[in-house]
């Protein structure tokens, strides 16, 4: 697992998801050249090291390195008389270790990728905080940070990930159906002649992961804007999920094996299927997108 192994709660240990009910390679010829793997991240409440992969607090962070403070003009603005006293310390959402992770373009001479944002909803980010990616040289790191701050404010506590820590398992999945060219598109809507087992069950991996694609459901695809400094397209870092798996029947293909026992709305279950405790959007996911030509280009955030 190598320096920054990922914590494991033994308590709990690896998570598994079923496997397809059927190959989508062969069912829909062509299908196959676009089956990716992702790294469901299955974080589950726990107290991660400060240099482990995970979500929540804490990360590593130099004592000496001021830490970010959301100071977003506009929010203060259009919202002076709420929050009058701006700017506020952002609060770890992830960490994310290379030595965990071979799957994701670090920055040369980086091997930590830390996510940290306003725990306030931002009306001009739509559904999305403002956050700040750091990728950090964990070697650089004297003498740690022993916490972060506890910000003054915090507005919405849907944004206030619980502390996590992982358990990574590499699964296949499909692309969203926007992404596939037209006549794959095509085959595909022949081949579900009206049922929505694709989108639901065998496409997009819900959840908190690392790399592949989202499900658009709630607004088309459509084109995603490529990177702001050198026109590249954008590749998903990191999806956060407000739950781990839809409990509609299609859904539970994703429930991991080891949490099909639990009984629906206990706290075992609730630390199973909630775990991080986040609310993105209007109880769905959204996603840190980075330029896939050069990942220290500007980060993007996008909620559905
Ligand atoms: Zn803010
Ligand atoms: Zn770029």
Redesign the pocket.
């Known amino acids: 697992m190598g320096l920054y192994g990922v914590v494991m709660d033994d308590a709990t240990g690896a998570r598994t998801t079923e496997p397809p009910p059927l190959d989508m390679a062969e069912a829909v010829p062509g299908l196959g050249a676009y089956a990716r793997t992702v790294v469901r991240l299955h974080p589950r409440p726990g107290t991660p090291a400060i240099s482990s992969s995970h979500i929540g607090g804490p990360v590593l962070w130099p004592a000496d390195e001021p830490w970010p403070h959301c100071s977003d003009p506009k929010y203060s603005e259009q919202n002076r008389r709420k929050t009058p006293d701006h700017p506020v310390a952002m609060v770890p959402v992830a960490q994310l270790a290379a030595a965990d992770f071979p799957e994701i373009a670090f920055p040369a001479g980086t091997d930590l990728a830390q996510i940290l944002w306003c725990p306030s909803h931002h009306p001009d980010w739509g559904y999305a905080p403002a956050f700040r990616l750091i990728w950090r040289d964990s070697s650089t790191v004297a003498e740690p940070l022993a916490a972060p701050p506890t910000p003054h404010l915090i507005g919405d506590a849907d944004y206030v990930p619980r502390p996590c820590v992982l358990h990574p398992e590499r699964v296949i999945e499909y692309p969203w159906h926007e992404e596939l060219p037209k006549d794959l598109r095509d085959k595909l809507e022949e081949w579900e002649a009206g049922e929505s087992l694709y989108q639901y069950m065998l496409s997009i991996v819900p959840g908190c992961k690392v790399s592949g694609g989202m499900s658009w459901e709630v607004t088309d695809m459509g084109e995603l804007p490529p990177?702001d400094?050198?026109?590249?397209s954008l590749e998903l870092l990191l999806q956060l999920d407000s739950c781990e798996w839809s409990t509609d029947a299609e859904g539970l293909r994703w429930a991991p094996l080891e949490d099909r026992h639990l009984e629906f709305a206990t706290p075992e279950h609730n630390r199973a299927h909630e775990p991080t405790g986040l609310q993105i959007g209007r109880y769905s996911h959204g996603g840190f997108f980075v330029?896939s030509?050069?990942p220290e280009?500007p980060a993007s955030f996008f909620t559905q």
């Not at 400094?229 to 590249?232: I, M, R, S, T």
């Open positions: 990177c400094v050198c026109g590249a330029c030509a050069a280009h």
